[in-house]
């Protein structure tokens, strides 16, 4: 036989690139960076079928690294790992969603879009563990931020909402949480699970406006068209009752979500939607 042995051919980054070797490849989301030594990155991922993934991105940061800029928080890349014995290793990357630039060129976005990732990060602890509702979730959250077709906090309220939900914590606002009596209710109570009725409710308990309510309901449904049209005194409340929630939940809190820029929308001379018929 003649030709180069399959063990002698190498990849990105020198890895060898054989049947012999164990590698995996994944669509992924990046979540955070991390240096080592001079020239490489610790690359946290978050992949569609093997969950949170760490691994090292070798040269990354040198300037004439191939993919390094793929290798940034909030990218969506389809990767190719080696399976290391402590890191993985990154051999193969190609950008599939480029959200990066859009995002870190606004600091409203780019502030929403941290918390978001830092969330994923905590709520997706263990390693390899497939996650793939969390992935798909902050996919479609990433996306929603880049293109600016949302308000940036509305979009990361209704994310950590959803978020939380999928990991089974999920918040009511049409019905008690305690006894399950349809609304609308008045209070909201973190510890007993949101909206809670007159009897049920405990000592502690907010009471937000029947539009923060409406506005809460309609950001974990995803009904933008509600949302879209809310102001500014409703969202911050609203805003004010998912952060106490997620952190909650969460048992420490989001060092990010203190960062997050909240600016009112401007005010409506149409009514909402007429602009857009």
Not at 8 to 34: E, F, K
Not at 64 to 74: D, I, K, N, Q, V
Not at 146 to 163: I, N, P
Not at 233 to 260: D, I
Request: glycine content about 10%; proline content about 6%; aromatic content about 6%.
């Amino acid at each position: 036989m003649t030709g180069t042995p399959s063990a002698q051919r190498s990849g990105v980054g020198g890895m060898p690139d054989n049947g012999d070797v164990p590698q995996y490849r994944d669509d992924a989301i990046v979540l955070r960076t991390q240096k080592l030594g001079e020239a490489d990155r610790i690359v946290t991922f978050l992949t569609r079928e093997h969950g949170k993934v760490r691994a090292v991105g070798k040269g990354v940061r040198r300037t004439s690294s191939r993919f390094g800029a793929r290798l940034e928080p909030f990218m969506m890349v389809d990767v190719q790992f080696h399976e290391g014995r402590s890191l993985d290793v990154v051999t193969q990357v190609e950008t599939v969603g480029p959200y990066a630039r859009r995002i870190v060129e606004d600091y409203g976005m780019y502030t929403a879009g941290v918390a978001m990732l830092e969330t994923a990060e905590r709520l997706v602890a263990a390693e390899k563990e497939p996650a793939v509702q969390q992935f798909w979730l902050l996919v479609g959250g990433v996306r929603s931020l880049a293109t600016g077709e949302h308000d940036a906090g509305l979009v990361l309220d209704s994310y950590l909402l959803r978020a939380l939900s999928i990991a089974g914590w999920a918040p009511t606002f049409t019905e008690c949480a305690r006894c399950g009596e349809p609304g609308p209710h008045r209070a909201f109570s973190v510890a007993t699970g949101g909206a809670v009725c007159g009897a049920c409710r405990p000592p502690g308990s907010t009471s937000p406006a029947p539009e923060t309510f409406g506005l809460l309901a309609a950001l974990i449904e995803g009904d933008w068209h509600t949302a879209d049209a809310s102001v500014g005194q409703h969202r911050r409340e609203a805003s004010g009752l998912v952060a106490a929630y997620s952190q909650f939940y969460l048992e420490r809190t989001l060092r990010s979500l203190r960062m997050v820029e909240r600016v009112d929308p401007p005010v409506r001379t149409t009514p909402p939607g007429e602009a857009l018929a």
